[in-house]
């Protein structure tokens, strides 16, 4: 498979809730080793295409694909099977229990073989050394030792991020990674985002930050209204352009339709 080919795909996918197209009809692609950003404003259907992507919605009609091979997950654990991973917005740690315990958790190993998971005898040491194989390739310094509850917000994401590639996925979801974290918190995220693509891995990043989108996506896919609106290359597109898109513009004439310079200057950063 060639970088240019797509890992994964979707054809008219569609979730309905009752009478509500949350997604309608969304052709999705992601190429093998890029970084796709998923933008759109809240209630854009971004959350209810991933959560089809990772096995947590059942599509009410439309196909999705995997490796050219089409599939259909039952749960998080189908889609994991299949190479995906997530890490949702909510990173889910246990707080009280150390980095190493959180980078495992529901897995950890054990001593003793079957006995040993019977009884649920936690090799410790072991789950140390493998919790900082994978917190290197995030490259975030964090105690594999240490309590989540006393590590930053960065480095929990960074817990996070190293839990999910326990699994060795193919493709790693990311849920707005640097929406809760300080400057130099969202920057290291995004060296690690870098560092993931150049190890090959394939990120889907959705993000209201249009500033990190540009600076680090490949291309970007705009949401609105449950629809897909536009693909772009990252390195062509302009703000203003993806937020006319994210606002219902469908073609390049209807751009000039909105005034975006005041919406930018309030903004900043984000939309």
């Known amino acids: 498979m060639s970088q240019q080919d797509p890992i994964l795909y979707t054809e008219r996918l569609t979730k309905r809730f009752g009478n509500i197209h949350a997604v309608e009809d969304v052709d999705f692609e992601v190429r093998e080793g890029e970084v796709m950003a998923l ?131 193919d493709i790693l979801i990311m849920d707005e990674p640097t929406s ?16 993931l693509r150049d190890q090959g891995l394939t990120i889907v990043l959705i993000s209201h930050n249009i500033r990190h989108v540009l600076g680090i ?13 536009g693909v772009r290359e990252a390195d062509e597109v302009t703000r203003n352009e993806i937020i006319a898109l994210m606002m219902g513009a469908e073609d390049e004439s209807e751009f000039e339709e909105f005034d975006l310079s005041r919406t930018a200057d309030e903004e900043g950063t984000t939309a």
């Not at 809760?180 to 560092?195: Q, T």
């Open 180 to 195: 809760a974290l300080s400057i130099e918190g969202a920057r290291n995220v995004l060296r690690v985002i870098d560092d």
């Open 39 to 169: 933008v759109g404003d809240n209630g854009a259907g971004k959350s209810t295409l991933i959560k089809m992507l990772c096995g947590v919605h059942e599509p009410t009609s439309g196909r999705i694909f995997v490796q050219n091979e089409e599939v259909s997950f039952d749960d998080y654990n189908d889609a994991r099977a299949h190479g995906i991973e997530t890490v949702y917005q909510e990173l889910a740690l246990a707080p009280n229990q150390t980095v190493a315990a959180n980078v495992f958790l529901g897995h950890e190993p054990t001593r003793m073989g079957r006995l040993g998971r019977w009884l649920n005898l936690v090799d410790e040491e072991r789950m140390v050394e493998e919790a900082k194989t994978n917190l290197d390739r995030v490259k975030i310094p964090v105690d594999p030792e240490a309590k989540v509850e006393n590590t930053s917000g960065g480095q929990q994401q960074a817990v996070a991020i190293a839990r999910a590639l326990q699994s060795d996925p």
């Open 217 to 229: 996506a490949d291309r970007v896919s705009v949401l609105a209204q449950g629809r897909m609106m």
